[in-house]
């Protein structure tokens, strides 16, 4: 086995073996017209497609339809960071073709395991205040994907990516999670990780605001590469 894939062994779990984080394109647009026009040029660049929590909210169910329509054999997230009626909500992503959906950290551990009985894997987006403590319960109850989140807001009050962060990925990739990363995502901001096995790096404007799209994501994949291969 090759240093890199044995370095990155904790991929290989369940029905995927990545040897590197994946990319993941966040759609929050705020129209379903815009966000097909853009998923179009970028789809075939990235490994994940996520219908953002923006488009969620304004265009849900046509929307997840639509990139499973357009990307069959992609892995098509739907971004709901639900916060109650898990079982309610995952099963409507899983009819309109997501495969995964995310829960905010907050809700309820009910919420959370009816929502991972509909969809094939939840994963849970941290966001505010929680603990390792209850992390610990969702592995427990068999969830194992957390989304580390910079929130937007956050970043737009001058908040920047940190050690502090660095720390808290570490310990959450330590303690079994597989971990995505996502929160004003630049190019620059990838080599931050270069130490961690992240799990998927997710980029929204730092792709779809790009003036060729296309070559943004593959900016991406080529310092994923660099770093992780
Ligand atoms: C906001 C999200 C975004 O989809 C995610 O953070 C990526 O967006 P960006 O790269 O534009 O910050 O989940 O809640």
């Keep these: 086995m090759a240093a890199g894939q044995r370095r990155h062994s904790f991929l290989e779990k369940r029905d995927y073996q990545v040897s590197r984080p ?50 069959p054999d992609k892995r098509v997230i739907a971004d709901t960071k639900c916060a109650d009626a898990g079982g309610t909500v995952a099963g409507n992503c899983r009819r309109a073709g ?68 660095l720390e808290k990925v570490k310990r959450l990739i330590e303690m079994g999670f597989r971990v995505s990363v996502t929160g004003g995502l630049t190019i620059e901001t990838l080599k931050l990780f270069s130490d961690l096995e992240v799990f998927t790096f997710i980029a929204g404007r730092g792709i779809t605001e790009a003036k060729d799209l296309a070559l943004a994501a593959r900016a991406f994949q080529e310092e994923i590469k660099r770093i992780w291969e």
């Design 22 to 71: 994946n990319l993941q394109v966040a759609l929050d647009h705020s129209d379903l017209p815009s966000a097909i026009a853009d998923v179009v040029k970028v789809g075939a660049e990235v490994d994940i497609i996520e219908v953002g929590t923006i488009l969620c909210l304004q265009a849900g169910e046509v929307a997840i339809q639509s990139m499973r329509a357009l990307f």
């Design 98 to 165: 997501a495969d995964w959906m995310t829960v905010i950290c907050c809700a309820t551990l009910p919420t959370m395991i009816a929502a991972a009985k509909e969809v094939k894997e939840v994963q849970v987006e941290l966001y505010g205040d929680w603990t390792f403590e209850q992390a610990q319960t969702w592995l427990e109850v068999g969830i194992s994907q957390v989304i580390y989140h910079q929130s937007r807001d956050a970043l737009f009050a001058g908040e920047s990516w940190g050690e502090k962060d």
